[in-house]
């Protein structure tokens, strides 16, 4: 029994993906179906609701509307993912771990959002003090978590190596 909570506990990370990729997949059904493209709604003081569709990268970055350059960006996200699951699995770190599981999560979100007709759903607006930053979904922000975690672990906490 205890070889079998010890192999759960260690491939935890994967399970995180899972679960990410699961609520990005919520999150943007919800989205479809409670909100309207283009019409914005209150949420939270510093967030609206606005439902859009980006062909582009994160925060809606490169979207030209081309299916072509969707698809390209499609490839370039499934061999990244495969990267980051190398990383995830060679990985000692337990923080690091957690960072490229966020990571992974998200990009998997996007990819399966993306294949079905080139766009990804969009639906939450950062806007602060009447300044628009971006829109982005649940995807975006677990990638961008997982990426804040991993670079201030390598600037704060380059000899703190926890083992899982």
């Known amino acids: 029994m205890m070889e079998r909570q010890d192999l759960l506990f260690k491939n935890r990370f994967y399970f995180y993906i899972v679960i990410l990729l699961f609520c990005d997949i919520a999150t943007k059904q919800l ?3 409670f909100l309207e493209k283009g019409i914005s709604s209150s949420f939270i003081p510093f967030i609206d609701f606005y439902l859009i ?3 582009g990268i994160a925060f809606g ?9 969707s698809n390209i960006l499609m490839i370039i996200a499934i061999i990244i993912v495969i990267y980051l699951l190398y990383l995830l699995n060679e990985e000692n770190d337990a923080s690091k771990k957690l960072g490229l599981s966020f990571i992974t ?33 649940f995807a975006d922000a677990s990638i961008s978590l997982g ?18």
């Open 31 to 33: 989205a479809l179906s």
């Open 53 to 55: 569709f980006n062909s």
């Open 61 to 69: 970055f490169l979207d030209i509307g081309e299916k072509f350059f």
């Open 105 to 137: 999560g998200g990009a998997l979100g996007n990819i399966v959002d993306r294949a079905p007709d080139g766009y990804v759903t969009d639906f939450l607006h950062l806007n602060i003090d009447n300044f628009s930053f971006f829109i982005f979904n």
């Open 147 to 164: 990426a804040i975690l991993i670079i201030y672990l390598e600037i704060f906490k380059k000899d703190h190596a926890k083992q899982d």
